[in-house]
């Protein structure tokens, strides 16, 4: 292995620019500054305040804003996330927790019937499956430490395309079909998403006076619109309506918590990512030590062996994830521990030798807690998730992933507001083993509890290259969030491939249960053969995973190189 880490280092001083001469597409480029998201209107509404003078704290809260209206599916007032930020003139780390929280009145076995089997339903749509949202107060804390422009004016591209109207893409009309036939139970919900209760056709512009006024009240008086006040008692009264147990006392309670970013090394560079409630950081870091010592350049993009050794890591990293991660409020979470390189070397070990060595993968860890249960398979095209990443001429870096959990969340929206309301109480543990919608499971440290945050995978993520901002990436699309942001790193890092290439290129994915190894359907029949031979139960199912949004910084000419994701109505908006 020592060999194999020498030769890694030496090939990493060819590929670090990250901006290959040869490429599949051309990645956006921009000297001023660049905002990358899964929501094209996002990176537009980001790029425009950039214009204006505002920093990319400004224009990642504009986006973040501009994404909630232009795609309610995927993330919104209603629901939460996590901002990472890095301030070019101080070298501060800022990890920003707006997750949501479990409401008072919340309970360990809420989503347990009479025979005290878990209800799936009742904690993915309806009132019951909505936790308290912090969306806002996180994006307003945001600006108010570091923001320049006016609040009132981060506010506004998002104001004016609720008032224009957002026109309905490839992908957006795409989630609309997969939510429409479960929309119905939402009247409020399907009269404003849908046109006239049908699938609207391409270009169909969205338009929401609603959420409009929603967005006015929050620019002159702030986040306390949501906290208290009519606004407030209507987003209560819909969740109770449907079963629900939110209060104007949780909404009034709401904090954000600012915490420590995770830190690792790989290869030189420093990832900083975000640390619980999200595992998404932890298990980042602990698959890129896992695959350090491997010279993965010399293997190859996407071969068999690559494939082989990453999805093997991905394994090892989400058995982990079921028993050691949740709220560290809550539950001492071992992140030293887990981050450490010992560890990953340890379980480097694990990852060959060929031929292909496996036990059952529920055997792994610790089989008295850790046994099989009817496993639970991804959504096949989950939208509930989105992505923004920002880079400034200053020298500022921000990555927010926010969300409202599954497509549209609870499915409510709040009558008379335009908010959509999440689903989030679904990313905890209903039940030891019991899978969650993505078919992630979790023990004790992700069980419900009054106040408690859900565990999520949003990996908001900036890489340092001599100390100074070099690449930021995140994803949508829960568990596999977590391997998209791992590939695009990867891509970049070791295959050397342009940003744009890198966040394109075929992924895979393993969460260790379900034990299936998933491809995207691009990956050549030859290398799924293989994996197949080495006695990978592989997957092609027909969706695609993620949503890389990626911005690389050329240390050498200080140009910005955006990554968007074809996958999703994406864009990059270089300046
Ligand atoms: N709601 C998806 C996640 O937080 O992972």
Same mark, same amino acid.
């Given at each position: ?276 409630? /999200? !595992?998404?950081? @932890? &298990? +980042? #870091?602990?698959?890129?030590?896992? $695959?350090?010592?491997? %010279?993965? =350049?010399?293997?190859?993009?996407? /071969? !068999?062996?690559? @494939? &082989? +050794? #990453?999805?093997?890591?991905?394994? $090892?990293?989400?058995? %982990?994830? =079921? ?253």
């Amino acid at each position: 292995m020592r060999a194999r880490r020498k030769l890694a280092l030496l090939a990493l001083g060819s590929v670090l620019a990250g901006t290959a001469e040869v490429s599949a597409a051309n990645p956006e480029w921009g000297w001023q500054g660049m905002v990358v998201s899964s929501v094209g209107p996002a990176a537009a509404a980001g790029r425009e305040i950039l214009i204006e003078g505002g920093n990319a704290i400004d224009a990642a809260v504009a986006a973040g804003f501009a994404a909630g209206v232009s795609h309610q599916f995927s993330s919104g007032l209603g629901g939460g996330g996590f901002i990472l930020a890095y301030l070019g003139a101080t070298g501060e780390v800022l990890a920003l927790d707006a997750r949501e929280v479990a409401p008072a009145a919340a309970a360990a076995d809420m989503f347990l019937d009479a025979a005290g089997q878990v209800d799936p339903q009742a904690s993915r749509l309806g009132g019951r499956a909505v936790a308290v949202p912090g969306l806002l107060q996180g994006l307003h804390e945001l600006h108010t430490l570091h923001g320049r422009l006016p609040w009132a004016r981060v506010v506004e591209p998002a104001r004016r395309l609720c008032r224009e109207g957002v026109p309905v893409g490839v992908h957006h009309r795409r989630m609309l079909a997969f939510a429409q036939p479960y929309l119905s139970r939402f009247p409020e919900t399907a009269r404003i998403q849908l046109a006239d209760g049908q699938l609207p056709p391409l270009g169909w512009k969205l338009v929401q006076p609603d959420l409009e006024r929603t967005l006015k009240a929050i620019a002159r008086r702030g986040p306390q619109v949501l906290q208290r006040g009519e606004i407030a008692e209507a987003m209560v009264k819909a969740t109770q309506a449907h079963g629900g147990v939110l209060t104007l006392e949780d909404l009034a309670s709401y904090r954000t918590r600012r915490r420590t970013a995770v830190r690792g090394y790989y290869r030189g560079l420093e990832i900083l990512s975000m640390p619980p409630p /999200s !595992s998404g950081g @932890i &298990h +980042l #870091v602990q698959m890129l030590n896992m $695959l350090e010592p491997f %010279d993965l =350049a010399a293997s190859g993009m996407n /071969s !068999s062996e690559t @494939i &082989h +050794l #990453v999805a093997e890591a991905m394994k $090892l990293a989400f058995a %982990d994830r =079921a028993v050691h991660l949740g709220d560290p409020d809550f539950y001492p979470v071992p992140l030293a521990w887990l981050t450490s390189k010992s560890y990953g070397l340890k379980l480097a070990r694990r990852l060959e030798p060929r031929p292909f060595w496996r036990k059952p993968p529920w055997l792994w860890g610790r089989p008295r807690v850790l046994r099989l249960e009817r496993p639970g398979t991804p959504p096949p095209d989950d939208g509930g998730t989105t992505h923004i990443s920002v880079m400034d001429a200053e020298g500022n870096a921000v990555a927010l992933t926010q969300t409202v959990n599954t497509l549209f969340g609870s499915g409510i929206t709040a009558p008379g507001t335009g908010i959509v309301l999440n689903n989030e109480m679904d990313d905890f543990a209903a039940a030891p083993h019991a899978p969650n919608a993505f078919g992630l499971v979790g023990q004790s440290a992700n069980a419900i509890a009054p106040g408690k945050r859900p565990l999520s995978s949003m990996t908001p993520t900036i890489v340092l290259r001599d100390g100074r901002p070099w690449l930021v990436v995140g994803s949508p699309m829960g568990p596999m969030i977590i391997t998209t942001v791992l590939q695009t790193l990867i891509n970049v890092i070791d295959f050397g491939m342009n940003i744009q290439d890198a966040v394109a290129a075929p992924r895979f994915h393993h969460q260790w249960r379900p034990d299936h190894l998933l491809l995207e359907p691009e990956h050549p029949q030859d290398v799924v053969a293989r994996l197949e031979d080495w006695g990978h139960p592989v997957r092609v199912p027909e969706f695609h995973f993620g949503a890389s949004a990626a911005i690389l910084r050329d240390p050498e000419t200080g140009l910005f190189w955006g990554g968007a994701d074809p996958r999703r109505d994406s864009a990059a908006a270089g300046y």
